[in-house]
C-alpha cells in the first residue's frame, strides 16, 4: 500500500485547511486509517483515526471539535479537514493505515505510512 499524502501549507491562526492522503494497492475499503503528526523536536503523536466503515471516529483532545476525519472509500482516499488552527497545530502530518478495520491511536499499530505533508499556522 502506498499512501500519498497533500493539502498543507501556510495559514494564519484561525484559518482552516484540509488535507487528504490518496492511497494505492492494498483493500483499502477493509483498512483503517488515520492521522498523526510531528512537530519539530518533539515525538510523533497522534490526531485522529477511523474506521473501515467510517462510522467510528476518534480524535486527541487538542483537535476535538476543530478536527474531522472522513474517508471515501471509493476513492480510497481519507481527509482531515482542520479548522480553527492553532499554532501548537504547526507540524509535518502524516496519514497511516492498517490491515485491522477497527480505528487505534497507537503509532505502532499502523502498517503503511505516507511521506507526509508540512502545515504550518502563523500567529
Known amino acids: 500500500v502506498q499512501l500519498q499524502a497533500s493539502g498543507g501549507g501556510l495559514v494564519q491562526a484561525g484559518g482552516s485547511l484540509r488535507l487528504s492522503c490518496a492511497a494505492s494497492g492494498g483493500t483499502f475499503s477493509s483498512y483503517a486509517l488515520g492521522w498523526f503528526r510531528q512537530a519539530p523536536g518533539k515525538e510523533r503523536e497522534f490526531v485522529s483515526s477511523i474506521s473501515w466503515t467510517g462510522r467510528s471516529t476518534v480524535y486527541v483532545d487538542s483537535v476535538k471539535g476543530r478536527f474531522t476525519i472522513s474517508r471515501d472509500n471509493a476513492k480510497t482516499s481519507v481527509y482531515l479537514q482542520m479548522n480553527n488552527l492553532k499554532h501548537e497545530d504547526t507540524a509535518v502530518y502524516y496519514c497511516?493505515?492498517?490491515?485491522?478495520?477497527?480505528?487505534?491511536?497507537?503509532?505502532?499499530?499502523?502498517?503503511?505510512w505516507g511521506q507526509g505533508t508540512l502545515v504550518t499556522v502563523s500567529s
Open positions: 497511516a493505515a492498517r490491515r485491522q478495520s477497527w480505528a487505534t491511536r497507537r503509532l505502532e499499530e499502523y502498517d503503511y
